[in-house]
């Protein structure tokens, strides 16, 4: 089973998309790991979030760059070439729920 949970900041607001005649929500998620209650800054890891069908709308009602969350997902992985002509790997998930953590004015799980 292929399943990460990962809990972290939106770095910018939800955009959505369309593919196919199907609607989607995708943002920047951006996790720090803390070590002894300080945040570890130059350790942070961002992944690409995608939520798909209704749960993009679910996305866009209650997300917004800041808000921290926790995502139950799909990990994946694309290897590019960017403009310099380097080589570079994103790390994705596709999500299948979310839940508004500490750092909102509440907490509130969307499947």
Do not use: C
């Amino acid at each position: 089973m292929n399943q990460i949970i990962i809990e972290g900041n939106l770095g910018a607001d939800p955009e959505l998309k369309q593919y196919q005649d199907t609607n989607f929500a995708t943002f920047p998620l951006a996790h720090t790991p803390y070590v002894d209650g300080q945040a570890q800054d130059d350790k942070t890891i961002w992944f690409q979030v995608t939520f798909w069908g209704n749960k993009s709308d679910s996305v866009l009602e209650n997300l917004k760059k800041g808000s921290r969350i926790q995502v139950i997902g799909k990990l994946g992985q694309n290897t590019y070439v960017n403009k310099a002509g380097e080589t570079k790997t994103s790390l994705n998930i596709n999500g299948s729920s979310f839940t508004l953590t500490a750092k909102s004015p509440y907490t509130k799980k969307v499947d």
